[in-house]
């Protein structure tokens, strides 16, 4: 199965700065790159994803990165607000068949006003 | 925007006592899951469904557990004899395509407890 290791478990920004989130993981079929935002008491919301024919989408502030080479992805926000304050979820899907998500074990990310 | 609902929000069982966890999915949805979280730690699936049977399941879907679609617009999770370990979230989720490479829409989950 996919093993997926996600790095940092905790940042801190200051309101305004960029954060980075870096998901890595096992399984060279991956093909799909989803992350998930969790905000307290609330499920898992998609906030951006990205397919293996595709290094890099961005949608407003944030932005998606692959490097298929390494087996890796990150997640960049830029300009962070308060309400980017959440736990952020990488869930690589390889598509062996399982078409449940496997997530990393979760970003906290705080933004300091 | 349609939303995945679930009830109750937070349900309260004593071990060994059975509970029935429900969701309903988005309406033109064909493929449902639920996963796990316990506290503190990372979304955990459990089982997935498509036209009235089970397509996928994890090891942590022991013979405890089952789901059940009733009628045209539940999901159903079930745990038979409930156990301390249970206590965690419950999330459904589904997704009109039933790819993992699909985006999966979730619910806000229940909080079991089992005392």
């Known amino acids: 199965g996919e093993n997926v290791e996600q790095h940092p478990s905790t940042l801190s920004v200051q309101e305004g700065d960029s954060a980075v989130i870096k998901c890595t993981y096992s399984?060279?079929?991956?093909?799909?790159f989803p992350w998930y935002k969790q905000e307290l008491g609330k499920g898992p919301q998609l906030i951006i994803d990205?397919?293996?024919?595709?290094g890099e989408k961005k949608d407003q502030r944030i932005a998606v990165t692959l490097n298929k080479t390494a087996k890796h992805f990150s997640l960049h926000i830029t300009e962070t607000q308060p309400e980017d304050s959440a736990v952020y979820f990488c869930?690589?899907?390889?598509?062996?068949?399982?078409?449940?998500?496997?997530f990393g074990k979760g970003t906290h990310l705080i933004i300091q006003p | 925007e349609p939303e995945v609902t679930q009830t109750p929000s937070h349900q309260v069982t004593q071990m060994g006592q059975e509970v029935i966890l429900r969701c309903v999915p988005i309406?033109?949805?064909?493929?449902f899951y639920w996963y796990r979280q316990i506290l503190g730690q990372k979304v955990e699936f459990l089982v997935s469904?498509?036209?009235?049977?089970?397509?996928?399941k994890s090891e942590i879907f022991d013979d405890q557990f089952s789901v059940e679609r009733p009628d045209g617009s539940n999901f159903t999770l079930k745990i038979r004899s409930t156990k301390l370990e249970d206590s965690a979230m419950y999330f459904c989720?589904?997704?009109?395509?039933?790819?993992?490479?699909?985006?999966?829409?979730f619910g806000d989950g229940t909080r079991l407890s089992i005392l």
């Open positions: 869930a690589p899907y390889s598509g062996g068949g399982a078409d449940g998500l496997t």
């Open positions: 399984d060279s079929a991956s093909n799909y």
């Open positions: 990205i397919r293996s024919n595709v």
């Open positions: 309406s033109n949805h064909l493929y």
């Open positions: 469904f498509y036209n009235n049977e089970i397509s996928e």
């Open positions: 989720a589904s997704n009109r395509q039933g790819a993992g490479n699909q985006p999966q829409h």
